[in-house]
């Protein structure tokens, strides 16, 4: 008998395919024991090791991603740094920070520290599609922006109004009615459907046609959601953008069908509007005929393309005109759902309010129906509650991450090495009680009239931290409109209707996709009764 066959523990030789496998087990264990040992170097050598924060958030990006998915991310920041302090560790090389040392270190004219790899998945990964959001280069973002300011500035919102006006009277009337039905409405997204309609009037001279029907037009809503969705979480591993959008753009899904889209429709606008230039079609809404009338943001910019074309080209005309319809939509329409669910929630703000709006109407200096910019400016409290209303729920919700440059920064006694990624979230600024009082949790609109009949620091140090269209040469550049909006609409409904929320004991839902939406601001509307 063979002597292997009688001893069943005589080692056998290997097969091949058992060889490789044994191999592979040793790779995978000395990659990842390589891994950890690696990993405890950074840690245990970084500068930064002292900085607090959840033990997750050391591994990677895992836990801001997980806790960003989840929609509640301005609540846990705010959470974050009243546990651990002003510099929070969110993940491995992130790291948000709630003090104004930060400001005009990182976000100040001048500031040397770029936008993060978050900001490429607001991008089409082709060139030259996209908006001036993301563009990363400082240079060329600032040289951009130069040759648009003015066209954003508030000289240039008085041939604007007539559009807003436009919007506003329609908007009035929908109100009457659901005020007659006595129906519940999703206040949210009815002024999501004014601010759509206004931006499209002005840049294009064309409602969409939200406030018709309330519907959801051409599908943009839809769109622009799964557009914030996917540049809020795939900016978290912006290395996958590139791969993830051919795959969702093939899928036609998420985030780039819907920037597909977006895309598609701002074209065909350009497209449209070159017709009628080419046709002599629709001069006097453009204001060719008479050099009086209004004349929209497209038109302005193919004006200015037609006298420069270096200076202006068509990727201009299609970035800006881009622009308006993606950012112009959502961060009004959350900052006015701030304005009245606060209004509604504190009634003698509200009262306040409309007594100072019915004092300047026997003045003679605020119109009815239609207030004009100008009159908005000269109330106080008027201009005191949008304020306050900006500071308790600012649209956007994550930290706004700039890379460290060659150098590092110190900021809070932490040294930050170059291409460590920090930020400001507004919501923690927002409520900074060092600043803004130990009563920050509270909508007081006096604290800023309080503030400027002090003067001094206070006031001071309140603008400073006051964020809510950004910061330094990043700061919105169509913020002016969003106010023009805000200060025409808000009046003219207070002083003419009552609301009452659906839940009034109980806080609104949001959800945090960068702009922090109301999710339920449903309320009834009834005819003021003086």
């Known amino acids: 008998m063979d002597a292997s066959t009688a001893n069943p523990f005589a080692a056998r030789p290997s097969s091949p395919s058992g060889t490789i496998l ?19 170097y950074r840690v245990l050598t970084s500068p930064l090791r002292s900085v607090p924060g959840p033990f997750l958030a050391r591994f990677g990006r895992i836990y801001y991603f ?16 009243r546990e651990y302090g002003p510099v929070v560790r969110v993940g491995a090389d992130l790291y948000s920070i709630d003090s104004p040392e930060i400001v005009k270190k990182v976000y100040g004219i001048g500031s040397k520290f770029p936008k993060s790899d978050w900001y490429d998945a607001w991008r089409s990964p082709e060139p030259h599609r996209w908006t001036l959001f993301p563009v ?4 060329l973002h600032a040289e951009t922006r130069k040759r648009f300011q003015s066209l954003y500035s508030m000289s240039s919102l008085v041939s604007y109004e007539g559009y807003v006006d436009e919007c506003a009277a329609i908007f009035r009337k929908r109100l009457s009615e659901f005020a007659a039905s006595g129906q519940t409405i999703d206040m949210g997204h ?94 006097e809404k453009t204001g060719e005929e008479d050099e009086n009338a209004p004349m929209d943001f497209l038109e302005k910019l193919m004006v200015a393309n037609q006298a420069d074309p270096e200076k202006v080209t068509p990727y201009h005309v299609f970035m800006m005109g881009m622009s308006n319809i993606v950012a112009g939509s ?23 309010l409309r007594a100072e709006i019915s004092e300047f109407e026997k003045q003679g200096r605020c119109g009815n129906p239609d207030v004009s910019f100008k009159e908005s400016q000269e109330m106080p409290y008027l201009q005191a509650v949008m304020k306050e209303a900006l500071r308790m729920h600012p649209a956007t919700g994550f930290p706004l991450w700039r890379d460290v440059p060659e150098g590092g920064v110190e900021i809070c006694g932490h040294y930050f090495p170059e291409g460590t990624t920090v930020g400001i979230n507004t919501w ?8 803004f009082g130990p009563d920050a949790k509270v909508f007081r609109p006096e604290r800023w009239i309080e503030a400027e009949q ?31 909006e805000m200060s025409k609409l808000i009046p003219q409904i207070v002083r003419k209707f009552d609301f009452e929320l659906e839940h009034p004991d109980r806080p609104w839902s949001t959800e945090n996709v960068w702009f922090v939406i109301p999710t339920d601001f449903r309320l009834k509307v009834k005819v003021r009764q003086e």
Request: with cysteine; aromatic share 14%.
């Open 330 to 352: 959502d961060t009004t329409a959350v900052s006015l759902s701030s304005i009245l669910y606060n209004l509604v929630k504190y009634p003698d703000t509200l009262r306040k």
């Open 66 to 81: 997980v806790k960003c998915a989840l929609g509640r991310w301005e609540h846990d920041d705010l959470q974050l740094h």
């Open 190 to 283: 009815w002024f999501q459907c004014y601010a759509f309609d206004v931006i499209g009037n002005i840049t294009y001279s064309q409602r969409f046609g939200f406030l018709d029907n309330g519907e959801d037009i051409a599908g943009l809503l839809k769109a622009l959601h799964g557009v914030l969705r996917y540049g809020a979480l795939v900016g978290v591993y912006a290395r996958w953008h590139p791969l993830l959008y051919n795959l969702t753009s093939r899928l036609g899904m998420g985030g780039a069908s819907g920037r597909n889209y977006l895309m598609k429709y701002v074209g065909q606008r350009i497209e449209q509007r070159k017709g009628e230039r080419t046709s002599g079609k629709g001069m």
């Open 454 to 484: 002090e003067g001094g620091e206070r006031l001071k140090d309140m603008d400073a931290y006051y964020m809510p269209f950004g910061l330094g040469s990043r700061t919105c550049i169509g913020r002016h409109i969003s106010f023009l």
């Open 22 to 40: 044994r191999y592979v087990f040793w790779a995978v264990g000395i990659y990842c024991a390589t891994q950890i040992v690696l990993f405890l």
């Open 428 to 435: 923690c600024a927002h409520y900074n009680e060092d600043v």
């Open 136 to 139: 990363k280069d400082m240079k």
